[in-house]
Nanobody, 123 residues
């Protein structure tokens, strides 16, 4: 499974960004959960949001709940992360991750990682 993330950039506090991650590979299937993690400078990588086979099955970390929305397009094999009301503390490298099965809430549960995309929120 290969994951290609895009959409990062520089935005002012209160602004919005949308990240995308395209999944590919012969072993990828709809049974995979698609997830976003992030890692801020000097901090550990943390779970942000994940979505199961359907968009009704989505989970968020407390720090982004109500501001971020994760969704997936199964036909296109893409997962999105719509980030609104961004704060400087959201600044991090954001990683797309996949797991065959349930949404992983920590890095130990991830099967595949994509390369990160940098999100910088200025105050």
């Amino acid at each position: 499974v290969q994951l290609q993330a895009s959409g990062g950039g520089l935005v002012q506090a209160g602004g919005s960004l949308r990240l995308s991650c395209a999944a590919s590979g012969n072993t990828f299937s709809l049974s995979y959960s698609l997830n976003w993690f992030r890692q801020a400078p000097g901090k550990e990588r943390e779970f942000v949001a994940g979505v199961g086979v359907g968009n009704w099955n989505a989970f968020y970390s407390d720090s982004v709940k109500g501001r971020f929305t994760i969704s997936r397009d199964n036909a296109k094999k893409i997962v999105y992360l719509q980030m609104n009301s961004l704060k400087p503390e959201d600044t991090a490298v954001y990683y797309c991750a996949a797991k065959d099965g349930i949404i992983p809430h920590n890095i130990d549960g991830v099967d595949y990682w994509g390369k990160g995309t940098l999100v910088t929120v200025s105050s």
